[in-house]
């Protein structure tokens, strides 16, 4: 009995320790399709996790090319992935949310929510908001955490061009063609403003905080006002990305520069668009 209070401590400590973890992400992600279930939003369980999610505060959202948030399109990991995991009995129908970053890493994992209801639909909406309930216990509050100033690294991935031939994607560090110079190292990675040289030619986004400037004949990618990647001509007027938050393959047409990103978790490209000012 002695150590009873010493459990209900470290419980406590726990607890706290992932509400402060989960309290850095504004954006949750729900698949379209739970793997138990047979066929997308089958008796309404992701439309009713999504419900839940963004009734707690979250930002939440099915994880496809049309309905992911603007802000998680640019970087995957400012989202967490839900997931619901079922372990149901001949009698009890049981469920199991879990929490996921961006990298597959369990952060969160609810208690079973169960129900002996004889309706399926309901049986199931009924496990899940009992299993919710240890989600509403967090007291969810968002709390943006500070940037990490480690570069990212950018996973090997393949792409495709316009003409359908393959492109790989190389990881990072890059190989020693067309670095950034000396020169260009050592001015301001603050800019005060870009167009400021009569030789810069920007492009930029509506709707990101993303530009493209091209200073000395190198094509460079600033996120504000920091340099993050660059874009390496390849051919024409076809471009290799890599950045420190995505990667992919870009191209120039008429005052539009073009670039179709490949990101982890969903399927097919993610076009971004800036337009030359």
């Given amino acids: 009995m002695k150590q ?3 459990v209900l401590f470290l419980v406590c400590v726990s607890h706290t320790v992932l509400g ?4 850095n992400y504004e954006y949750v992600l729900v698949p379209e399709k739970f793997e138990f279930l047979r066929y997308p939003d089958k008796y309404q369980l992701n439309s009713l996790t ?3 999610f963004n009734r707690e505060g979250f930002k939440a959202a099915k994880n496809s090319i049309t309905t992911l948030p603007a802000a998680v399109a640019t970087n995957r990991c400012k989202a967490l992935y839900a997931d619901v995991k079922d372990s149901s009995g001949f009698i009890w129908t049981k469920l199991q949310i879990e929490l996921k970053d961006c990298e597959g890493n369990v952060l969160f994992v609810s208690e079973v929510g169960k129900s002996k209801t004889k309706d399926f639909t309901r049986a199931h909406h009924e496990a899940l ?3 919710f309930e240890s989600i509403e216990a967090l007291k969810y509050s968002y709390t943006p955490k500070t940037e990490d100033t480690k570069p990212k690294s950018v996973v090997l991935q393949e792409t495709a061009t316009q003409e359908g031939t393959p ?3 190389p990881t990072q560090p890059q190989p020693k063609e067309a670095p950034l110079t000396k020169e260009m190292k050592s ?3 603050i800019l005060d403003n870009p167009k400021a040289g009569l030789k810069d030619l920007v492009y930029s986004s509506d709707n990101s905080d993303y530009r493209i400037v091209k200073r000395e004949g190198a094509y460079l990618v600033y996120e504000r006002d920091t340099i993050i990647g660059k ?3 390849t051919s ?3 471009f290799l990305i890599t950045t420190d938050d995505f990667s992919g393959v870009g191209r120039i047409e008429g005052n539009l520069f073009i670039i179709d990103r490949k990101i982890k978790g969903v399927q097919g490209l993610v076009q971004m668009t800036f337009t030359k000012e």
Avoid at 20 to 23: L, R, V, Y
């Fill in 167 to 169: 492109i790989t994607i």
């Fill in 129 to 131: 908001r009992m299993a």
């Fill in 4 to 6: 009873l209070p010493i």
């Fill in 236 to 238: 024409g007027d076809q």
């Fill in 50 to 52: 999504t419900f839940l």
């Fill in 20 to 23: 402060q973890k989960i309290n």
């Fill in 231 to 233: 874009a390496a001509p």
């Fill in 187 to 189: 001015s301001p990675q």
